[in-house]
């Protein structure tokens, strides 16, 4: 007989995990977008919602590249678990971080150039965590949901 721990799992649907540990380079993040775009067709996202993948992936990207990692030869990870419902992503680096409150909510009525990336990756996907220590690196994990009902 299967123990309830068994019989939970047997339930549980599939994830499909795909990792990537990717340069350091900007002609990357393109590659990204384009692995992105495959991997949400595949999941029956419809056009809007993978442009939004896109452009939010993008940003997470740049942010590793140009603030996270100091060093050129390092690389910085993205993984994408795809649930049934859901694209979850997560980019991340090894490099500098920074302190959680430098990333703040631009004030729109007064624009400055830069300070955007992350407000637009919290417009664009329906949940957004980010963790970030000085010296240790940062995490952003982003979630689009396949349907609208979250
Ligand atoms: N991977 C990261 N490593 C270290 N610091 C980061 C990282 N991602 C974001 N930050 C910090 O958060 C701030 C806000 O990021 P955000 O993408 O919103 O703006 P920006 O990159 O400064 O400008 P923009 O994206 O509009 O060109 C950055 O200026 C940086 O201080
Ligand atoms: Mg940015």
Redesign the pocket.
């Given at each position: 007989m299967l123990s309830v721990k068994e019989q939970m799992n047997m339930n549980k649907k599939c994830i499909d995990v795909i990792k990537l540990s990717v340069p350091n380079k900007p002609e990357y993040v393109s590659v990204i977008r384009l692995t992105a775009s495959g991997i949400a067709n595949r999941m029956g996202f419809d056009i809007e919602k993978i442009e939004d993948i896109k452009v939010a992936i993008s940003?997470a990207c740049?942010?590793?590249i140009?603030?996270?990692i100091c060093k050129e030869e390092a690389n910085f990870n993205v993984d994408f678990y795809s649930h049934e419902e859901k694209l979850v992503i997560s980019v991340y680096?090894n490099?500098?971080?920074?302190l959680n409150h430098?990333?703040k909510t631009p004030n729109l009525k007064e624009p400055k150039e830069?300070?955007?990336?992350?407000?637009i990756i919290r417009s664009l996907m329906d949940d957004v965590e980010i963790s970030?220590n000085n010296g240790k690196?940062?995490v952003?994990k982003m979630t689009k949901y396949v349907g609208d009902d979250i």
């Open positions: 940003e740049t942010n590793a140009t603030h996270g680096d490099g500098k971080g920074c430098n990333i830069g300070g955007l990336g992350v407000f970030s690196g940062t952003i």
